[in-house]
């Protein structure tokens, strides 16, 4: 049984000093054949891709609304995934959400289609970031 559960969220104040690391503790997958991604959905908005380890080339891809400020990374000895966010924004304050997926995508853009499809989610962990 797979599941994923994330950890980490919390209330940070915007600008510099305004960091928090998500945390995507996962069970019963073997993270070298899952493409791993962090969403997020805010109030009112659709849900959004923010970052992905692709299986298929080892490569991690961003949003551009985060690159440079998030860092993406795993530890599979843990088998879990962090999301570190820095120089945290208003805008950034959403539900953030860890997914697994086994399929093929042939493009990382592919990732960030608004109606993509992954197998395996967590339950959600809220950032607000707000002074």
């Known amino acids: 049984q797979v599941q994923l559960v994330e950890s980490g969220g919390g209330l940070v104040q915007p600008g510099s000093g305004g960091s928090l690391r998500l945390s995507c503790a996962t069970s019963?997958?073997?993270?070298?054949?899952?493409?791993i991604g962090w969403f997020r959905q805010a109030p009112g908005k659709e849900r959004e891709g923010v970052s992905f380890?692709?299986?298929?080339?080892?490569?991690?891809y961003y949003a551009d609304s985060v690159k440079g400020r998030f860092t993406m990374s795993r530890d599979n000895t843990k088998s879990t995934v962090y999301l570190q966010m820095n120089t945290l924004k208003p805008e950034d304050t959403a539900i953030y959400y860890c997914?697994?997926?086994?399929?093929?995508?042939?493009?990382?853009?592919?990732?960030?289609?608004?109606?993509?499809?992954?197998?395996?989610w967590g339950q959600g962990t809220q950032v607000t970031v707000s002074s």
């Open positions: 380890i692709s299986f298929a080339d080892g490569k991690t």
């Open positions: 997914a697994a997926d086994g399929g093929y995508y042939s493009d990382s853009v592919l990732f960030f289609h608004p109606g993509v499809k992954f197998d395996y």
């Open positions: 019963g997958l073997n993270l070298d054949y899952y493409n």
